[in-house]
């Protein structure tokens, strides 16, 4: 079974900082792009940032870029996303994302 579980969101105040994973199966993690993605209230679900099977190439949204840093352990068959500098925009659910696969995402809040 396909599966997809991040972890690591919680509250944090501005200018905090907060590492999600995502423990992905073998099959969608193996040689696969695994992506990061963010949806705040009311807004739609936007690209944060993605990273090569092997890592050698990330790829961020502008918003997130010189703050958030993602990485995998292909050994853990595991993605991260640090994020550090958070601010209040930065509130959203984070889902991590592979082929057509989605994990249920956990909740990332910054208060001001």
């Known amino acids: 079974q396909v599966q997809l579980v991040e972890s690591g969101g919680g509250l944090v105040q501005a200018g905090g900082s907060l590492r999600l994973s995502c423990a992905a199966s073998g099959r969608t993690f193996n040689r696969n792009v695994m992506r990061w993605f963010r949806q705040a209230p009311g807004k739609e679900r936007e690209f944060v940032a993605d990273i090569s099977w092997t890592g050698s190439t990330t790829t961020y949204a502008d918003s997130v870029k010189g703050r958030f840093t993602i990485s995998r352990d292909n050994a853990k068959n595991t993605v991260y996303l640090q994020m550090n500098s958070l601010q209040p925009e930065d509130t959203a659910v984070y889902y991590c994302?592979?082929?057509?696969?989605w994990g249920l995402g956990t909740q990332v809040t910054v208060s001001s």
């Open positions: 994302t592979a082929l057509t696969y």
